[in-house]
């Protein structure tokens, strides 16, 4: 933007100015408020800090919280990727179609999803149901209330971030190169691993990125799916908030995920450099 | 233009009188509830709030559901939207800690006929719920059923899947409970003799609840076979059909109180309302449809004898059950609540 060349540009930052003063007022204000309660509740301490690195709940379950979080976005990653490729090189008719069926799931309500797992993963589900049928095995698995159920179901609902982000990268990649490749005597797994996926690859990085952290606040889904030890750190601010009224000390919960994303995303544009994509 | 003076002056006296006057009777005025949505709810308005606006004029506007957050950050910023607020227990001792309620004045609401265990000088009691055994009567059917908590520790005995609540409120107990101690003996609670006796059920317990609703959820579905749950979410099951069961020995009974948000504008109006709630005909019609036990003594008046020996409060529980010690919980919860998270990640 500082580059600009003509007249006009230089004013642009105005009209963003609205959506910068609603962002203030709704989104920066309210969260500093907040986060400053860290050290401010009730009075000026370092109490809560002290506390939280004193306890060894709050490392185990930032931890689990990172874990769960990389696993799903490499499994969204490896399911997303051929169908993001599959959406970019077809026809137009074919393309709507399967991005109806990416997009469906996408509209539906996260609690509802959620429930529809359990409905599917739970001892009397559909899936026991169909493995006892069978006789995989004689009495019901264990599948609902485990990491397996917490990283399906996050899964299903972190894929289509994935695919929309890969796919708006793909779609933009001139296909004429893969031809090209071929015309100089490369196979089609040269052609699609030294040309087609070095170019996708800030789809990836954006995509991962966008995936990641938004896992990272999940609430819900591992509430509802996971076990005892699927504990994610957004579940240990709503209950220091809601059932404990200890808003300081969720206050510093809060802003240690904050920070840990915040380095974690510095480093992670240093090495794909987002900027670009 | 003159003559219409005096005729406009009068109709202004006249709304002005209306308005005053209305005001004074109470019409106009709403109190805000926030309860628990559901059946819940219906009950409670059925039963309470709907009556009283007949008898008074006074709107009550039902609102789901509590949330103590919210009521803390309502009260911090002055904007209070909810009068007066449906809490558990252990929430009453927080709250008072916190400064979230106004006092009662009991000039207004009649505690003569109302239970002790109901009555604190921030919060009068809705109705009194167990923390109890429910369990599926298609895996223990007829008089084989768990009926304690050492049953409900003896995989051997009793084999099935089990669910507990995800939390140290009422568990420590039972686990003690299971370990032999008696019900007169909780308190103060051995912290760790009832960690060790939770280690020996740890493996065995599929699902960990969080939310009131998830035990009948399970029952209903069969994902567990016999759980730790609020009397009132079984009855309500078992009303509908589902085969479960609920076993109220060595139950704990928790008062469920209605406070008044600090700083709300109706404060005489709720004061009149929380009168209300508490008298025996409105307790006895909530508690039957919720299959609570009411917290007036004379409310039994109005209930049928078969209907009355099913509620938690019922005479034949008394010796059968106990009551959790708040204060207790008051003093220890901050530090229990974190072993417990970090005894669940083990």
């Known amino acids: ?277 | 233009m003159n003559k219409h003076i005096p005729k406009l002056i009068g109709r202004l006296l006249l709304t002005v009188s209306v308005l005053c006057f209305g005001t004074a009777f109470g019409a106009g005025k709403k109190i805000v509830v926030a309860s628990w949505g559901g059946s819940y709810e219906k009950a409670f308005y059925n039963a309470m709030a709907k009556p009283f606006e007949e008898k008074t004029g006074i709107k009550v506007v039902l609102t789901s559901y509590p949330d103590f957050a919210k009521m803390k950050a309502m009260v911090d910023t002055g904007n209070i939207e909810w009068d007066i607020v449906d809490i558990e227990d252990r929430m009453l001792y927080r709250g008072m800690k916190a400064g979230l309620f106004e006092p009662l004045d009991f000039s207004v609401i009649d505690k003569t006929k109302l239970i002790s265990d109901a009555v604190h000088s921030h919060a009068v009691g809705l109705e009194i719920w167990a923390g109890a055994i429910g369990y599926s009567t298609e895996k223990y059917p007829g008089n084989n059923y768990p009926k304690n908590w050492a049953d409900f520790w003896n995989v051997k005995k009793f084999p099935g899947a089990r669910a507990l609540y995800n939390g140290p409120y009422d568990m420590l107990e039972i686990a003690l409970l299971a370990d032999g101690v008696s019900m007169k003996n909780l308190y103060p609670i051995d912290v760790d003799r009832a960690f060790k006796s939770l280690d020996k059920i740890k493996d065995h317990v599929s699902v960990w609840w969080t939310k009131g609703a998830q035990p009948a959820q399970l029952l209903t579905d069969g994902e567990v076979d016999m759980t730790y749950a609020y009397s009132g979410r079984i009855a309500n099951i078992i009303k509908d059909g589902v085969p479960a069961g609920l076993s109220f020995g060595q139950a704990s009974v928790n008062p469920e109180w209605l406070v008044i948000t600090k700083g709300s504008k109706v404060i005489k109006e709720a004061m009149q309302f929380l009168a209300f709630c508490t008298q025996a005909k409105p307790q006895a019609e909530f508690n039957v449809a919720m299959q609570y036990g009411p917290i007036n003594i004379d409310a039994f008046n109005y209930i049928d004898k078969k209907v009355a020996e099913r509620l938690p409060t019922a005479a034949k529980f008394i010796d059968s059950t106990w009551k959790p010690r708040a204060e207790w919980w008051a003093a220890n919860s901050k530090e229990l609540t974190e072993r417990w998270k970090q005894w669940m990640l083990e």
Not at chain 1, 50 to 57: G, W, Y
Request: glycine share 6%; proline share 5%; aromatic share 14%.
């Open chain 1, 1 to 277: 933007m500082g580059q600009s060349t003509s007249e006009p540009t230089q004013f642009g930052w105005v009209f963003s100015l609205p959506s910068m003063l609603l962002l203030c007022v709704v989104f920066v204000y309210p969260i500093s408020l907040f986060l400053s309660k860290c050290f401010f509740d009730p009075t000026p301490t370092l109490e809560h800090l002290i506390h939280l690195f004193e306890s060894p709940v709050f490392f185990k379950v930032l931890w689990i919280t990172f874990k769960i979080s990389f696993t799903v976005t490499i499994i969204s990653l490896l399911i997303g990727y051929p169908i993001a490729y599959l959406l970019s090189d077809v026809s137009e008719g074919t393309k709507s179609l399967l991005m109806i069926l990416v997009l469906i799931p996408f509209w539906t309500s996260l609690l509802v999803r959620t429930y529809a797992w359990m409905v599917i993963l739970g001892r009397r589900g559909i899936l026991n149901k169909i493995i006892v049928g069978l006789g995989i095995s004689d009495t019901p698995l264990k599948l609902l209330h485990t990491a397996f159920a917490v990283d399906i179901g996050m899964v299903q609902m972190m894929t289509p971030f994935m695919i929309l982000a890969l796919f708006s990268v793909m779609k933009g990649i001139d296909r004429r190169l893969l031809r090209a490749a071929a015309s100089l005597g490369a196979n089609k797994f040269q052609a699609f691993f030294r040309v087609f996926l070095p170019l996708s690859l800030p789809g990836v990085g954006a995509g991962t990125l966008l995936v990641f952290i938004y896992s990272l606040g999940f609430f819900i889904t591992p509430a509802l799916l996971g076990g005892r030890k699927e504990v994610m750190i957004s579940m240990l601010i709503d209950e220091q908030i809601s059932t404990l009224l200890n808003w300081g000390f969720a206050s510093a919960l809060a802003l240690m995920l904050l920070l840990a994303t915040l380095i974690l995303f510095f480093l992670y544009s240093r090495f794909f450099r987002v900027e670009r994509t």
